[in-house]
């Protein structure tokens, strides 16, 4: 992906129910996620960092925004463009930091392989009155149900269709969407929807999974592109709908045995533990049993045994010294000094 253009996505939380720490966390999965998981199916490069506030993006970034109202009752959140034509979200802040970073995540990997949410695929109606179709496509809204997200990082983000999803035929050993929750083209899951464009009528379709024991057809009429794009179209009249969808990430966290405050509790201990490495290794701390302070020695011993223990490795396969081989900077005021 040599000649792949960086495309670069801003979170920012314009809500005081989003932590910094928060942010941070929900922008090192959703950065996880896009560089690790997304490139496998999607020729995409990308980058996701957190900005205190709006101000603080420099040009060039995609913003996604988090608010208390974005003016779209019952909407999770929603993309469309800026008066330069690129793109951006609003997703609907919440107290529960599994519900935000799902939509989050959704809007991040919908933006970032359709930014303009005009771009459509060719292939066959699901619906079987109708012959070849065009698809919106939009990754996340198949499978965008809670029950079908996974974790990165311990925090909750969306799975995605692959772009085999518009393959003509089902095949053995194909990935239709990156957990596998999908497992045929143009399956629309529980929770989930998918949207086309007639071509013979210009009406708008939908397959949607919002109730009931199977999915249904809805006929939404044309749409026109002088009001936005259709992805941004589509999404208001979802919102309410994909909101449901959405608004059981706890759920499903807690279901997948890993939710956000559990992650978050590992974090904490790993860093409890690093921090008193550091210590060891910068002389700050004393031997609070013995009232001595810990000589240098003592203090390499413990943080090569500490380290054994965190990784698990096996001491045979170490080679002998290694832990006292670190390699220090030289001191640029030392060699001022000696000039």
């Known amino acids: 992906m040599a000649d792949t253009l960086l495309r670069q ?22 950065q996880k996620q896009a560089t690790r998981d ?18 603080d993006v420099p040009i060039g970034y995609w913003p996604i925004i988090m608010m208390d109202d974005i003016n779209e009752p019952g909407a999770a959140g929603f993309h469309t463009e800026d008066s330069n034509g690129q793109p951006f979200a609003l997703v609907t802040a919440s107290d529960d930091l599994d519900v935000w970073s799902l939509t989050a995540s959704h809007e991040m990997l919908e933006m970032l392989v359709d930014p303009s949410g005009n771009r ?43 772009p085999h999803y518009f393959d003509p035929v089902a095949a053995q050993g194909v990935r239709y969407s990156f957990t596998g929750a999908v497992q045929r083209p143009r399956d629309v899951l529980r929770g989930g929807y998918l949207s086309w464009v007639e071509p013979v009528s210009n009406n708008w379709w939908q397959e949607t999974w919002f109730s009931g024991a199977q999915s249904s057809f809805r006929n939404l009429g044309p749409l026109s592109a002088q009001n936005g794009s259709f992805r941004s179209q589509l999404d208001r009249i979802t919102s309410q709908d994909t909101q449901q969808a959405l608004a059981g990430g706890m759920a499903a966290a807690i279901a997948k045995g890993v939710p956000a405050e559990t992650g978050h509790d590992v974090t904490l201990a790993r ?52 832990e006292d081989r670190r390699r220090s900077a030289p001191s640029v005021w030392g060699a001022e000094a000696a000039e």
Do not use: H
Not at 134 to 155: H, K, M, S, W
């Open 38 to 55: 997304l490139v496998q199916f999607w020729a995409v490069k990308a980058t996701v960092d957190a900005f205190p506030t709006l101000e």
């Open 271 to 322: 860093t409890a533990s690093l921090r008193r490495q550091i210590s060891f290794l910068t002389g700050r701390s004393d031997d609070r049993s013995t009232g001595t302070q810990v000589d240098r020695t003592d203090r390499l011993a413990a943080v090569a045994s500490a380290g054994r223990a965190m990784n698990n490795r096996d001491t045979q396969k170490r080679r002998p010294g290694r």
């Open 120 to 162: 459509l695929m060719a292939g066959d109606s699901p619906k079987t009155d109708q012959g070849r179709v065009q698809f919106l496509v939009e990754v996340c809204d198949p499978p965008e149900d809670a029950r079908f997200a996974y974790t990165v990082n311990g925090i909750l983000v969306s799975d995605f269709y692959s």
């Open 9 to 30: 996505i801003a979170l920012v939380a314009d809500s005081k129910r989003i932590s910094a720490s928060d942010l941070s966390r929900v922008s090192a999965a959703l």
